[in-house]
């Protein structure tokens, strides 16, 4: 479940990287929409790196490094 949900925000966080490229092209600077793009792609981001932190944390998630 925990692994869904990473995936889930990864994805999200792409669609948002994708809307800010094209509100960059098409509004030209004129409107905030791409300020409100940028801030949902890091608000994603925060919560993605936060759902992988406690991952690691509780054990759900591990890692299967040799080194």
Known sequence: ??????????????ISLFSGLF??????GKTSRLVNALTVRVTLTALTVALIAWGFYSGQLVSHVTW
């Open 23 to 28: 509100f960059l092209v098409k509004d030209e």
């Open 1 to 14: 479940m925990l692994k869904a949900a990473i995936v889930l925000l990864l994805l999200a966080t792409l």
